[in-house]
Structures are given as C-alpha cells and as structure tokens.
DNA sequence: AAGTCGGGGTA
DNA sequence: TACCCAGACTT
C-alpha cells in the first residue's frame, strides 16, 4: 500500500469516523477500559458500559480500590466476565499503566491486540493494530485466504509507517467496521478499492470458520422465599464471580433439591444462546415459607443474562404460588 | 491447536 | 440459521 492511498484511507477516516465515546481519547486508562469492553463485543454494545463502568470507577486506583463484586455488577451483561476480573487484578498489580506494548502484554486480560491498541492509541507507540475487522481488511486487500496471525501482525506494523499510529489503526479498524463488512462489503464506498486484490470476490477472503454449536440441557432451581431468592455465587469458569439460581444437570439437580428439602414444580423453560453453547434450561421453583440461608436480593448481586432470563420466567410464577409447607428434608 | 468464555447484530 | 464482533486464557 503506497503512501498516496494511505493518505486517502486517513482522510476517508476524517470525514467518515464513527462518533463513538472513546474516539480521541487519550488517557492510557480509558482507552485500556474501552479496548478491554471491545473485546468480541461490537462498538455499539460496548459503549454504554464503557460511560457506565468509567463514572463509577474513573481512575485506575478507583477501580484498585473497589470491591470485585461491585465492579462485577457494573459489568453484568456485558459478557466475558472474566475480562472484568482481569481488568480488576490489572488495576490492583499496578498503579500506573506502562507506556510500551511490550509491557502492556504482560499485564492480565491484556493480549497482543489490546497492548498494540493501548499503546498505539493512547501513547503513539508505532506499532499496528490487529483485530477482526483489520483481519479481514488485509485478508482482502492482499487476497489472502487463510493468513496467519504473525502475517498479519508483520504486515499491520508495516502499514503503520509514514503515518500517525493512533489514526490509521482506528481507520482500519472503522473501514472493516463501515466498509469492509464481513457478508456484502460496500466495495464502491471503500477508499481502496482501486488497489484491492479481493475485491472481485470477498467473500473469499479470509475462509469463514465454522464453529460447532453444542447443545447443553440445564435444570434451574428458584427457591423464593422470605428475604429473597436462593442466590449462590459461581467460582471461576462459565459466570465466575457472578450470582445466580443453582443451574445444574439433571441428576445434580434432584441432588440439590433433596438437600435443601424441597419439592420444586417446574415453571417452564429458557434458551440462551452463546457462540459455541445453544442453552435449554428448564425452570423449576418453589415457595419457602421458612427463611433459609443464602435467600437474597437479587437486584444486589451482578447477575448474568440468563439468571435474568431465568427469574424473569420463574418470580411472576412463583409470585402466585400458595405458601406450601416445606416437606421433611428427611422423605 | 483446540476449547472455553456472553451476548447481541446482521444477512 | 450461520457467522461475526475493536480477544484472552487454559488445556
């Protein structure tokens, strides 16, 4: 790519730039939070976590100093929670974000497109940004069907001379966003279509990966009793750090329910779907008369989605339910 | 190298 | 429905 057509992506980027909240910004910690929350999250889902995460917690010793649950609910919903335990280690290993990226990568959650992204965007770092929309903007510009990620990374901070780093990666980024779409690219509003050796046939570049989808059958246990509903926090793993109903397998579940004595009734059933998980969840619940330990409020506790998805089925149903008497934990 | 981790948008 | 999104970490 010669200089002349980096200078036209520069200024289609000028006119064209997606007004998001963190374009411009400089601050090495707000650029770590806004790349961070755009880890596999599309710009449009990211940016009201992002002013809700920086107005609670807008430094980095700020988030330091607050508990992992409180920054856990901030990020509930958001996904990924294991990017905001990370974030909440990172902000507790160090009190002040290191300028390269060689150092970024060593700080937790920070991979190689984080650490370019943060040191380019935030301290000017020549160094090129590689990302899902980068990927297959090369792959296409170069007509590469399958390059591997040190090919792309080589040629990223080769495209970053001559130009200003925190500029051209968000072009890239932007034209892959806007442009370079991954199905029906805008071939004729691309500023580098001239020179593009993929353009008769995008689709071709990079080869879509297929991904296997598993289906997975969970059994839900909602116990709502005086104090609340019967929360448990999840270790480490799917949800870790986050609250939510016991979500079992069926034998676990019947396991469970013996164990806290009670006879649950099933209330109907939730799908969820993930990238590589197709969810069905099949709701169960009862009233307590009794309190009983780990009873609580839920709107207290970060919750995912589908706990959301969950007690949206079961409360409104249990809410009618007559107080049964609890059955002898013993039968 | 392959699996795992959320949730939502798009064609 | 299938694929992807401003990926990182574990196995």
Do not use: I
Not at 185 to 205: F, N, Q
Not at 308 to 324: D, I, M, N, T, Y
């Amino acid at each position: 790519m010669d200089q002349g057509l980096k200078e036209t992506l520069l200024a289609w980027y000028r006119a064209t730039a997606r007004p998001l909240p963190w374009r411009g910004e400089k601050d090495p910690y707000r650029v770590l939070v806004a790349e961070v929350l755009l880890q596999q999250t599309r710009a449009a889902q990211a940016a009201p976590y992002y002013h809700r995460f920086l107005k609670r917690f807008p430094t980095l010793e700020a988030l330091a100093q607050a508990p992992l649950e409180e920054v856990l609910k901030v990020w509930a919903g958001a996904g990924y929670y294991a990017r905001a335990r990370n974030l909440h280690r990172l902000a507790q290993s160090v009190s002040e974000l290191p300028r390269s990226r060689e150092a970024l990568l060593a700080l937790p959650g920070v991979g190689p497109y984080t650490a370019a992204a943060v040191a380019a965007l935030a301290f000017g770092e020549r160094v090129g940004v590689v990302d899902g929309n980068v990927r297959r903007v090369l792959a296409r510009f170069y007509a590469l069907e399958d390059p591997s990620p040190q090919a792309l990374w080589r040629l990223a901070d080769a495209l970053v001379e001559g130009v200003d780093p925190a500029a051209w990666n968000q072009a890239l980024m932007d034209l892959g966003a806007l442009v370079c779409t991954p199905r029906r690219p805008r071939c004729g509003d691309c500023p580098l279509s001239p020179s593009c050796r993929g353009r008769e046939d995008p689709g071709a570049y990079p080869r879509p990966r297929r991904r296997s989808q598993k289906e997975e059958v969970l059994w839900a246990l909602v116990l709502l009793g005086p104090g609340g509903v019967y929360l448990e926090k999840a270790e480490a793993g799917r949800y870790g750090g986050l609250y939510g109903v016991p979500l079992l397998d069926e034998k676990a579940f019947w396991e469970r329910a013996k164990a806290l004595g009670v006879a649950p009734r099933f209330l109907g059933q939730v799908r969820h779907e993930l990238t590589h998980r197709r969810l069905r969840v099949r709701v169960w619940g009862a009233r307590l008369e009794a309190p009983l330990e780990g009873l609580q409020d839920p709107s207290a506790r970060p919750l995912s989605k589908l706990t959301q998805k969950v007690l949206g089925k079961a409360l409104p149903l249990l809410a009618h339910e007559p107080v049964v008497s609890l059955p002898d934990a013993e039968a």
